[in-house]
């Protein structure tokens, strides 16, 4: 295996001598980014060359090989394999035969980690004359995202004793830290109290294994692929009991272990604890951060020069101590040394979809519509954490120019405490800001929905963070939603689903699945994700009392909705009378406009029905533009749609028609 990555990093080198101007070569020799010309992104694929012959002659995983204490297949998975080779990125530059290569689900930032020097000052820098927005900043995830072991609030916040122990006991033993890799082998820790974990080692590297009878940093013990990753919601809600309630309406749901291990094919030792990036037992890859992960949970060193930086490697304390930046930080939106004497920075060189936009080509997308051959990226059967761009690329709101910052504060990315397990967000624009008649009839809705947000029914938590095809069951809603979806449109429909597996294959838990789009192009929301979802970080949803889901819900049994049949009855009960309604008042006026004009009525009898008509249509034109026929407020929709009938009939009667 060791053949494929030195195999195709030497092959990349060679086509990169052929193929790339003398000039950008020499990218690859200085390493000092900025004094260079953009390396594009063959050249990218080639500057990890050094930093691999490095890993492959020093990383202990190889010692622990050699040895015969690795219980599994070692994968190498580099920059050609994640940026060019990924889900068939070269066939889809086959469609354009003048690109040589494309990387379609991934964006490159402009420096990565192995510039040096850079010209990083970091956030606290521009904290000392922006404090308004180092401010919110630092309590956003985008500060928080990349901990060292020392900074982990949650050994306080849970009570734990290290990051090895049980973050939720009375499940199981699932921890922050995987068994054997104690904090002294790991550089950081990715993530929040939020949704999961993902370290990385003292070389950089992603832990995708666990540590039996032994300890990584004094490597004892074996390294077995998989049981890697902490997943909150498994942990601790999907529990044994919850799992079998599940279990009672979800064909096929797993609730032990060993049924786990059935479906994906995956497996993991300990529930709460998914095996990503890897097979349990069977296979893991080892794969640098500079190949994937720092693409978007970012960090920077203050090395003058990759010597340095070598020389650092393997020690955690001392790549910690020269950590510049990390996480997402001023200079990875503003550029690096933002507008600073001799910084690269100033303007804006890289947008949210950078992190946020994940697409992904395939032959059946392409072959389904010609002109649009992208969805969002999957790693199984939702749509992947870090999609928000790829879906709103196909709404109504992207259409109209709408960005991620239209709504969004760029700095405080998150509003409530970023060490809870939900998300709320500092909107700059709300959603009745601009939907000011949608904003009226949802203020005339129940307390019920209200609690719930436009959020509630628009923006159901959707994504998933994991390759979690065991417990996702898209027909049912769940259970594996972690990130509200930026799709927004509802489909009301009584088959209609929002996710689909490739063509030809069953509905069952599995790969390639991808988000419908309706015929102008759009992608929608179907009723049972809108309503019935169960999704356990879904802060609309615990607002709303669990909304219509079966395992959530505090509302009445018969309010449980277990299938989009059922949804959709209710919603056709709230609609169809104010459409008929709303179709009577349209064809009554419309044949009162065309009477009046032969009308032998008096000037004031015709002022009368006139006056009845206007305020008839005023009506229906509110109604027609709020758009939801009763989904706003079935109460209120209907009493106004009455009100409309009584003058319009009135008015004809007038008319004697
Ligand atoms: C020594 C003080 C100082 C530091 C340090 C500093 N800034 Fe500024 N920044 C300013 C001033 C002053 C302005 C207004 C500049 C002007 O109007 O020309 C500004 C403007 C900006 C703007 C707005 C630009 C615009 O067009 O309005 C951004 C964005 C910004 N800074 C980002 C950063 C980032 C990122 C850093 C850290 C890399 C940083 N700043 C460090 C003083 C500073
Ligand atoms: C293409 C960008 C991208 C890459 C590459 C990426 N992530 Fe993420 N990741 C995100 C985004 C964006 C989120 C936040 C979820 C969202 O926006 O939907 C996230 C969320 C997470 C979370 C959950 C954080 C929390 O607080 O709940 C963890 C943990 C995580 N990623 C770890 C990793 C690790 C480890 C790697 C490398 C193996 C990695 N990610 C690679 C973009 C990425
Ligand atoms: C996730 C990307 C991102 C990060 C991280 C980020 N900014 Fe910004 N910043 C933006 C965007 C986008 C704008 C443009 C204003 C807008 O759209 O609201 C902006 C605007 C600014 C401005 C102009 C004044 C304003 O508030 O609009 C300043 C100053 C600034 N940022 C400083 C900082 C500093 C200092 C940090 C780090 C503490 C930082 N930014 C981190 C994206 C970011
Ligand atoms: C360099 C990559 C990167 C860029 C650029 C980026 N993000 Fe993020 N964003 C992330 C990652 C990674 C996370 C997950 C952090 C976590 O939960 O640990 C995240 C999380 C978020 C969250 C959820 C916060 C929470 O508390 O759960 C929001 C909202 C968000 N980003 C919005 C934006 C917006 C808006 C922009 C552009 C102005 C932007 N991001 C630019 C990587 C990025
Ligand atoms: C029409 C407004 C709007 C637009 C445009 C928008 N968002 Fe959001 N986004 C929201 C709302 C509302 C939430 C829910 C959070 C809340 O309740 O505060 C949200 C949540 C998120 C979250 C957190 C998800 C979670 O549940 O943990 C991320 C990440 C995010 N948005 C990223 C983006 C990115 C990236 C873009 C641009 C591609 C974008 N958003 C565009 C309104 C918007
Ligand atoms: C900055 C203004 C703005 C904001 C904020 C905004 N929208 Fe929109 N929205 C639009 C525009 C413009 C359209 C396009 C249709 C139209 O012109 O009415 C649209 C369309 C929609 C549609 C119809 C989608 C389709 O494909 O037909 C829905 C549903 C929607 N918005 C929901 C929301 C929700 C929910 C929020 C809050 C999270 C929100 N919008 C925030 C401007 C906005
Ligand atoms: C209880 C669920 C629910 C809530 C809460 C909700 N909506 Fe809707 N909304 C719907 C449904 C269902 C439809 C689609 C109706 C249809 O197409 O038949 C819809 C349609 C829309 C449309 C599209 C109208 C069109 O002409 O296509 C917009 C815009 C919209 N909603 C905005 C909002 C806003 C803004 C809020 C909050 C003020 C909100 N919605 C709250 C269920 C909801």
């Given at each position: ?24 070569m020499a990218?690859t020799?200085a390493k000092?980014?900025?004094d260079?010309?953009?390396r594009d992104l063959?050249?990218n694929v ?7 012959e490095f ?6 995983i ?8 690795v219980?599994?297949?070692?994968h190498?998975?580099?920059?050609q394999e ?5 889900r068939d990125?070269?066939?889809?530059a086959?469609?354009h ?6 990387a379609v ?6 420096e ?6 850079n010209?990083?000052v970091g956030?606290k820098t ?9 401010e ?10 990349v901990r060292?072991?020392d ?11 290290d990051?090895?122990?049980?973050m ?7 921890s ?5 890799v104690?904090?002294k ?5 990715i ?10 080692d003292s070389y950089l590297v ?6 039996r009878?032994?300890l990584?940093?004094e490597?004892?013990?074996t390294?077995?692929a998989g049981?890697?990753q902490f997943s909150?919601g498994w942990?601790e809600?999907i529990?044994p ?5 599940i279990?009672?309406?979800v064909?096929g749901?797993p609730t032990t272990i060993?049924?786990f ?7 993991s030792?300990?529930?709460?604890v998914?095996s ?5 037992e069977e296979k ?5 951060a500079?190949?994937y992960c ?9 090395f003058?020069?990759?010597e340095e930086?070598?020389d650092?490697?393997g020690?955690?304390?001392?790549l ?5 930046a990390?996480?997402i930080?001023?200079e990875e939106?503003h550029?690096?040394g933002?507008?600073m004497v001799d910084?690269n920075?100033g303007?804006m060189?890289?947008n949210?979809e950078r992190c946020?936009q994940?697409f ?7 072959e389904?519509d010609?002109?649009n051959p992208?969805n969002s990226y999957f790693?199984?059967a939702?749509?992947s954490?870090g999609t ?5 690329y196909?709404?109504?709101h992207?259409e109209?120019g ?5 709504c969004h504060?760029?700095h405080?990315?998150t ?10 967000t500092?909107?700059k ?5 601009c ?6 009839f949802f203020a005339?809705?129940g307390k019920?929905h209200q ?6 029914c628009?923006?159901p ?13 898209p027909d049912?809603g769940?259970f594996?939603n972690?990130?509200?979806s930026?799709i ?5 429909d009584?088959d209609a689903?929002?996710l689909?597996?490739p063509?030809?294959a069953?509905r069952?838990p ?7 789009r309706?015929?102008e192009n759009r992608g929608y929301?179907?009723l049972m994700?809108s309503?019935g ?7 609309s949803?615990?607002d ?7 395992v959530?819900?505090?509302l009445p049994?018969?309010?449980h909705?277990k ?9 056709v009960k709230?609609?169809?009378p104010v459409k ?5 008042v349209?064809?009554?006026v ?8 032969k009308?032998?009525?008096?000037n004031?009898?015709?002022?009368q029905?006139l006056?009845?008509?206007r305020?008839a249509r005023e ?8 758009g939801?026929?009763?989904a706003?407020?079935a109460?209120?929709?209907q ?7 009584i003058y319009a009939?009135?008015?004809a009667a007038l008319m004697?028609?």
């Amino acid at each position: 295996m060791m053949k494929k990555i030195v195999g195709s990093a030497l092959s990349a080198l060679v086509a990169a001598a052929m193929l790339v101007p003398s000039g950008a070569m020499a990218n690859t020799d200085a390493k000092n980014i900025s004094d260079t010309p953009p390396r594009d992104l063959l050249e990218n694929v080639v500057y990890e060359k050094d930093y691999w012959e490095f890993l492959l002659e020093n990383h202990p995983i190889f010692q622990y090989e050699k040895e015969g204490r690795v219980v599994g297949k070692i994968h190498l998975s580099d920059r050609q394999e994640e940026f060019i080779d990924f889900r068939d990125a070269d066939k889809y530059a086959e469609r354009h035969p003048e690109l040589e290569r494309a990387a379609v689900t991934y964006r490159l930032g402009k420096e990565t980690f192995l510039d040096f020097p850079n010209k990083y000052v970091g956030p606290k820098t521009c904290g000392e004359c922006h404090p308004a927005q180092y401010e919110k900043w630092t309590r956003s995830r985008h500060a928080n995202t990349v901990r060292f072991p020392d900074e982990m609030i949650e050994i306080e916040k849970f009570g734990l004793k290290d990051l090895n122990s049980p973050m939720f006991p009375e499940v199981g033993p699932a921890s922050i830290l995987p068994e054997g890799v104690d904090a002294k082998s790991v550089y950081a820790i990715i993530g929040t109290p939020r949704t999961k974990y993902g370290f990385l080692d003292s070389y950089l590297v992603r832990g995708t294994y666990h540590v039996r009878d032994g300890l990584l940093s004094e490597g004892t013990g074996t390294i077995v692929a998989g049981t890697n990753q902490f997943s909150r919601g498994w942990a601790e809600s999907i529990t044994p009991e919850v799992a079998k309630k599940i279990a009672e309406y979800v064909d096929g749901f797993p609730t032990t272990i060993d049924d786990f291990n059935a479906i994906g094919g995956r497996g993991s030792n300990v529930w709460g604890v998914t095996s990503y990036g890897s097979n349990n037992e069977e296979k893991l890859m080892f794969q640098p951060a500079s190949s994937y992960c720092e693409v978007c949970h970012t960090m920077k060193f203050n090395f003058a020069s990759s010597e340095e930086f070598f020389d650092a490697l393997g020690d955690a304390k001392k790549l910690q101590e020269a950590t510049i930046a990390r996480g997402i930080s001023c200079e990875e939106c503003h550029g690096a040394g933002g507008h600073m004497v001799d910084g690269n920075g100033g303007g804006m060189p890289s947008n949210c979809e950078r992190c946020h936009q994940r697409f992904v080509w395939n032959e059946a997308a392409q072959e389904a519509d010609e002109r649009n051959p992208f969805n969002s990226y999957f790693k199984s059967a939702c749509p992947s954490c870090g999609t928000e761009g790829s879906q709103m690329y196909f709404s109504a709101h992207y259409e109209k120019g709408m960005r991620c910052s239209t709504c969004h504060d760029p700095h405080e990315v998150t509003k409530n405490d970023w060490t809870s397990d939900v998300t709320y967000t500092n909107q700059k624009k709300a959603c009745k800001d601009c939907h000011e008649v949608q904003g009226e009839f949802f203020a005339n809705s129940g307390k019920g929905h209200q609690a719930g947000g436009c959020r509630g029914c628009h923006m159901p938590n959707m994504g998933s963070c994991e390759n979690f095809a065991e417990i996702q069951f898209p027909d049912q809603g769940g259970f594996d939603n972690v990130r509200a979806s930026h799709i927004w449109n509802i489909k009301v429909d009584k088959d209609a689903k929002t996710l689909n597996p490739p063509e030809g294959a069953p509905r069952t838990p599995g790969k390639g699945w991808t988000i419908a789009r309706d015929d102008e192009n759009r992608g929608y929301l179907d009723l049972m994700w809108s309503c019935g979802r169960t999704a356990f970080a879904d802060a609309s949803l615990l607002d709303g009392n669990g909304c219509h889901s079966p395992v959530q819900s505090k509302l009445p049994k018969s309010l449980h909705f277990k299938n989009q049949e059922e949804v959709y009855g209710k919603v056709v009960k709230w609609q169809s009378p104010v459409k008929e309604g709303y179709q009577h008042v349209r064809d009554t006026v419309k044949k009162i406009d065309r009477a009046i004009g032969k009308s032998k009525l008096s000037n004031s009898e015709k002022a009368q029905v006139l006056g009845l008509a206007r305020k008839a249509r005023e009506i229906a034109d509110k109604v027609e533009k709020d758009g939801a026929w009763g989904a706003h407020g079935a109460r209120y929709t209907q009493g106004l749609i009455n009100e409309a009938v009584i003058y319009a009939d009135e008015a004809a009667a007038l008319m004697k028609l």
